[in-house]
């Protein structure tokens, strides 16, 4: 059975601290991704990584960075978390152009910073 | 720019009423795919179907069809007979072709929230 874990569920964070989100797939997906999602925003693309060290920026990058050292794990990172990251972080993995937009998503995590 | 409206924020039926939620698409690629996910309240988004921009033939599912019209950039997603368990956030999607590369990028709705009352 396919599966996207996260890390954790629920987080909470001050202001200015570093935080890890980990994702780890075990499908061996080349795409990864990351999003954000937002009461009335939807899900918006933080990141996402196409191969080992590959990553691209998605529409909202600004304050956060992402490391794929293995295939199966992909880690997005808040260097300085501030109140306005507080959200709901989503990853997801995504095979190889054959099965186009056909994402598999983890449970999220709900991070909250103070 | 992709761009895809949902809006319809939240809707309620009573159980074992049909009920359809709209999704209007944007995008300037001649070749693009269609998504519909559920989000049920445990947060893990599922996906229900993919849709390329060739096909426009409806489809349907059990309880659940999909009307995919070109001619008016919609994608609209009909639950027939709907029951407690339909309740979820729904969201439509928009990508790009695998050819040009534009597939990983996925472009959401701000979602529907439908909730169904036993």
């Known amino acids: ?114 | 720019a992709q761009k895809v409206t949902q809006a319809q924020t939240e809707i309620s039926v009573v159980e074992k009423e049909d009920v359809t939620l709209d999704c209007v698409y944007e995008t300037r690629d001649t070749t693009y795919y269609l998504f519909w996910y559920k989000q049920p309240p445990s947060g893990e988004l599922v996906f229900l179907i993919r849709r390329n921009s060739f096909d426009e033939q409806n489809e349907i599912s059990g309880r659940y069809s999909w009307n995919f019209q070109k001619s008016t950039s919609s994608f609209n997603f009909t639950i027939t007979a709907s029951q407690v368990v339909d309740s979820a956030v729904y969201f439509c999607a928009l990508s790009g072709d695998a050819v040009s590369g534009g597939y990983q990028k996925v472009t959401f709705g701000t979602g529907t929230k439908l909730q169904v009352i036993p």
């Open chain 1, 1 to 114: 059975d396919v599966k996207v874990t996260q890390s954790s569920r629920y987080l909470v964070k001050r202001t200015g601290e570093k935080v890890f989100l980990e994702c780890v797939q075990d499908m061996d997906h080349e795409n990864m991704f990351w999003y954000r999602q937002d009461p009335g925003l939807g899900l918006r693309l933080i990141y996402f990584s196409y191969d080992v060290k590959m990553k691209e920026k998605g529409d909202i990058p600004e304050g956060y960075s992402v490391s794929r050292e293995k295939k199966e794990r992909f880690s997005l990172i808040l260097e300085s978390a501030s109140t306005n990251q507080t959200s709901m972080y989503l990853c997801a993995s995504l095979p190889l152009r054959d099965r186009v937009g056909e994402q598999y998503f983890g449970p999220g995590t709900r991070l909250t910073v103070t």
